[in-house]
């Protein structure tokens, strides 16, 4: 009993022992060295890109409120009108100023040169007529934007006026959007992407509201400072669609930079360890031994980093099975 214990040991030794000798197995990929642009991935907002709030200019109470929130509305149609007597009574009085200091200038022009009058007081009502007819001026201006009417075809977006109210000058009462001009969508984009970012960017969108679609759109405006609380700088794509859009949809974005890198793509599988944007990874040397090697990394995305520098064009990549290796073993090539 004891004999074959001692047999079977030493069967199982030698087992080990060529078990230990086959070299590891792994998965390997050529380093490609090739021009990519990092995608910006984000989200945001629909917004109209002509967004307005309309206001009346002068002081009043609001008289007729034409339209609803959500309504859509033609160029030159009335949406709201404060009440005009008060208005009407500033016109009259700034009209009866005006003729009354026009006629005093018209008696004292014909006594010019006589001694009934002066150069110095046809001056002063010179200088009454002047004020009288801008007084009108402003009179008149005030009452024609007593009337809010809407500045190009759109949709009311919000309502904050009712009839009855007494309403201040630039109190919002509507806020109105020009849809002939388009949609936008607002992100925010943290720092390390903005900068490979520009004007004309192409992105493709997918909104909640219309799931499976996608919508190409284009980088218009880029922030040129940051937000003072988030410190995020604010980007701004044009939708490219005919598709009834709302504010306030959800959008997420896509955008592929103009600005690329020159970098190496492989499996996130790859790396043995990562710090920061430097990783550890395993090559392959002429000899057939793996070699534990340093690399700088550009970025990364959910399956793939990108590698900056530290491994050469072509050099093999061990992309599986470098959890299982030690620097410098012997290592079987088998690629699936």
Known sequence: MGKFQVLVGAALFSLSTLLQAQPTSIKVAPAEFENHAKLVVASGVVRPISEQTLSFKAPGIVKTVAVKQGERVKKGQLLAQLELEEMNAQVAKA?????????????????????????????????????????????????????????????????????????????PAYVFADEQKGWSVNMSVADVDVVMLNIGDEAIIELDAYPGEQFRARIHEIAGRAHNRTQTFEVDLIIQTDRRLYSGLIAHTEITPSLQ??????????????????????????????????????????????????????????????????????????NR
């Open 261 to 334: 890198t020159h970098v190496a793509k492989i499996p996130m599988s790859a790396l043995i360890q990562a710090k920061g944007h430097e990783a550890e990874l395993y090559v392959i040397n002429e000899k057939g031994h793996a070699q534990l090697k340093t690399i700088q990394l550009a970025y990364v995305d959910a399956n793939f980093a990108y590698i900056k520098t530290g491994i050469n064009q072509g050099e093999q990549v061990v992309i599986e099975g470098g959890s299982f290796i030690t620097n410098g073993e012997d290592i079987a090539i088998v």
């Open 95 to 171: 009209q009866a100023i005006l003729t009354d200091a026009k006629r005093q200038l018209a008696r004292l022009t014909a006594l010019e040169g006589s001694q009934l009058t002066s150069d110095e007081r046809i001056r002063q009502i010179k200088t009454s007529v002047d004020v009288a007819q801008s007084d009108l001026r402003i009179a008149r201006f005030n009452r024609k934007y007593a009337n809010i009417h809407a500045p190009a075809d759109g949709r009311i977006l919000s309502r904050h006026i009712e009839t009855h109210e007494l309403v201040g000058s630039g109190q």
